[in-house]
């Protein structure tokens, strides 16, 4: 009996030892294959959220010049892909918190991809692209070559009509979009149709983003800060140059300004443009005059933005620059000189002629004006030119930058893309990485 | 008597010693049975994870190469790549080593055109899925997807 109980208690032993070591091995296995199910979703999900971030850029872009909206915290976006399994969930934030203030702000963009119990949120930053990073001349209504030969070095778009009058003639070595249903012109290899007409936000718009209102800007642009040489040892240095008395409470520059100020070096009368914003309703500038423009910072030491605003409230008086007008820069490549900027609100005229080179962007886009932007006379814009109606004639030449040299972070956003943060966050609901309340 | 006794308790011992050995190997041929069963179970399953870890280490290659391409490159339509049990390219044709099947479909909503040819516009998304299937077998492992647009991430 003791033998039989034995050979028992030993069947037993091995039983169980053999169950342990299975339930161990199942246990394993089972533990492996909800590990590998789980990561299998903690994969897909980091997609899902990256392309919640790509709808949301998107969705900011089409808003630039409508709502200016983007999806907030409180009300965010949920999305999904078909026939694929899971959802993202995206938002705007602000870039140091609170909801995103609109363009031209840079935002967090930040997105939640869940794929069953499983769910993964990042946060990039989206960044703007300036209203000078695409286009050499682009007309949102047409784009006129008006007389002699004109070129254009880099893209022409339009959201209307692109012609020649019949003693102008075009020479476009870049692109020529043809924007939206109503665009048209001469067809060519060159020729790019794109469906939709690109956006472009009104003048009104950008000093709304960028100061508020004109009235705020009017108050505070600095007029006050323009510059004449010295009588005597004139230089575009700080001490060769002093305050050319010009009041902040001025908005219109005449040829017969120039009669209070003193000569340049090269002997013309001369105004000179520090680093600022500037608020005119009136240029009526045809002479020998030379216009500086100190984006190099000659004169106060520091490179910086040349920026003037004409604001729509203006007379429909026609504007002219037609006298030199020179950039400064105390880079080696020049790129300080395509700091100049002209946002042009008035629904007037605006012609520049007569110059041998400028530099920088030219940008009047306004609503419900037939207003134009012309170029003519030879002259050399070395920048971007953006109105409703262009005009390009006399033989000018307009050459768009090396790409990323106009880009100016600072400048209104005409569409936003990804900018140069990336980061993995925990989950904003719960304070999980999971949606089940775990983290591991 | 007492023989008669001894016999019959003998026969007893001896009838219960089948009837045990009987139930014995009865149980015995279940617990292997159930034993062969949960090692193959096992087995199986720990096949397939391999399987599942390669085929959606396979997507996230074939959404990045999707990406890296940058946003207008990508060919629109459905192209076909073939992978081996390691997560090795085989190419666009199977060959005796191909374990995986690569189903990438690119589409746009928007078009530009130029010179006749259509490419994503400047303001298109882009939907990408990527699909993972058994091969020979062609079922379905791992189906991702994401959105494309200019600029974006």
């Known amino acids: ?440 | 008597m007492a023989q008669v006794t001894k016999l019959t308790r003998k026969a007893r011992r001896r009838g219960v010693t089948y009837v045990d050995t009987l139930i014995a190997s009865m149980i015995a041929v279940v617990g292997i049975v159930g034993t062969l069963n949960l090692v193959t179970f096992l087995a199986n399953m720990t096949q397939r994870n391999q399987v599942s870890s390669v085929a959606y280490n396979v997507a996230r290659v074939a959404v990045e190469t999707v990406r890296s391409g940058g946003f207008p490159n990508y060919p629109d339509g459905t192209t076909y790549t073939y992978y081996d049990n390691n997560a090795n390219l085989v190419g666009s044709i199977p060959n005796r080593v191909t374990k995986y099947k690569v189903i990438t479909t690119a589409s746009t909503n928007k078009y530009m055109v130029k010179n006749g040819v259509n490419f994503p516009s400047y303001n298109a998304t882009r939907t990408v899925t990527v699909q993972v299937n058994n091969y020979p077998a062609d079922t379905q492992l791992v189906k991702w997807g994401t959105l494309l647009i200019r600029g974006g991430i």
């Open chain 1, 1 to 440: 009996m003791r033998e039989k109980g034995s050979a028992v208690l030993a069947a037993i032993s091995v039983a169980a030892l053999v169950s342990l070591l299975l339930a161990g091995a199942a246990t394993f296995v089972m533990s492996h294959n909800s590990r590998v199910q789980r990561e299998k979703d903690y994969q897909a999900a980091l997609t899902l959220a990256e392309a919640g971030i790509n709808y949301e850029l998107l969705y900011a872009t089409s808003n630039l010049t409508t709502t200016k909206t983007a999806h907030t915290a409180a009300s965010p976006y949920t999305g999904s892909i078909s026939g694929v399994e899971g959802n993202y969930k995206v938002w705007t934030e602000g870039m140091i918190g609170g909801a995103w203030a609109g363009p031209p702000n840079d935002m967090w963009i930040k997105s939640v991809g869940t794929v069953g119990n499983v769910s993964r949120t990042v946060a990039v930053t989206g960044q703007r692209e300036g209203l000078f990073a695409d286009f050499s001349v682009f007309g949102t209504k047409d784009v006129t070559f008006t007389s002699s030969t004109s070129t254009v070095h880099g893209t022409l778009g339009t959201n209307g009509l692109l012609s020649a009058s019949a003693s102008g003639t075009a020479s476009i070595d870049g692109e020529v979009w043809y924007c939206g249903p109503t665009a048209s012109g001469p067809s060519g290899t060159n020729v790019v149709i794109v469906p939709d007409p690109v956006l472009w936000p009104s003048v009104d718009s950008v000093v709304a983003g960028e100061f508020g209102s004109w009235s705020y800007l009017q108050a505070h642009c600095n007029n006050a800060n323009l510059r004449q040489f010295k009588s005597s040892n004139g230089a575009l240095t700080p001490n060769g140059t002093q305050s050319a008395n010009f009041s902040a409470t001025t908005y219109s520059l005449k040829n017969a300004d120039f009669n209070k100020w003193n000569t340049s070096p090269s002997g013309s009368k001369a105004i000179i443009f520090p680093p600022g914003d500037y608020y005119f309703t009136d240029f009526s500038v045809s002479s020998t005059v030379t216009m500086y423009m100190d984006t190099g910072g000659l004169t106060t030491g520091t490179p910086g933005r040349v920026r003037i605003f004409m604001p729509s409230s203006a007379a429909d008086s026609q504007d002219t620059l037609n006298c030199n007008i020179l950039m400064t820069t105390t880079d080696g490549t020049g790129a300080d000189r395509l700091k100049f900027r002209i946002y042009d609100g008035k629904k007037a005229d605006i012609s520049i002629a007569g110059t041998s080179g400028i530099y920088g962007g030219y940008y009047g886009i306004r609503d419900d004006s037939n207003a134009s932007f012309t170029i003519l006379g030879n002259s050399v814009i070395n920048g971007s030119i953006i109105s409703n109606h262009v005009k390009i004639g006399g033989g000018s030449v307009v050459n768009f930058p090396n790409p990323g040299m106009i880009t100016d972070t600072q400048d209104m956003a005409l569409w936003y893309g990804y900018g140069d943060k990336w980061q993995e966050m925990k989950q904003q609901t719960n304070g999980t990485v999971f949606v089940d309340g775990t983290s591991n």
